[in-house]
């Protein structure tokens, strides 16, 4: 069993930056990632990572967010510039124990069924 606890959500304005971090523990995990679901829409992938820190993000987010894993893979990090409103949801990090295409995570809709979640953190975009 993994276990995941998410923290670093909060209320920003537009343009401005926050970092979401997981904390991840219990068994291993081979890929991980960021999801997120705004009122009224589907849940979707953001970023993931892969055990070889090979990553992919959702076109809505690349050159503005940044996902990252310490060596251990203890720690996952989203980092995100650049916020606009539309970035507003609430962002899960999730875990999968087998190895993933991080492309192929991101392209699945309505989005990818990882082994684990946490429990989310609301983030608000003010425009």
């Known amino acids: 069993h993994v276990h995941l606890v998410e923290s670093g959500g909060g209320s920003v304005q537009s343009g401005g930056s926050l970092r979401l971090t997981c904390a991840a523990s219990g068994s291993d995990r081979d890929c991980m990632g960021w999801f997120r679901q705004a009122p009224g829409r589907e849940r979707e992938a953001v970023a993931v990572i892969d055990s070889e820190n090979i990553t992919s993000y959702a076109d809505s987010v690349k050159g503005r967010f940044t996902i990252s894993q310490d060596s251990a893979k203890n720690t996952l990090v989203l980092q995100m510039n650049n916020l606009k409103s539309e970035d507003t949801a609430d962002y899960y990090c999730?875990?999968?124990?087998?190895?993933?295409?991080?492309?192929?995570?991101?392209?699945?809709?309505?989005?990818?069924?990882?082994?684990?979640w946490g429990q989310g953190v609301q983030v608000t975009v003010l425009s």
């Open positions: 999730a875990a999968d124990y087998l190895p993933c295409s991080p492309a192929v995570v991101v392209s699945t809709k309505p989005y990818y069924p990882m082994d684990y």
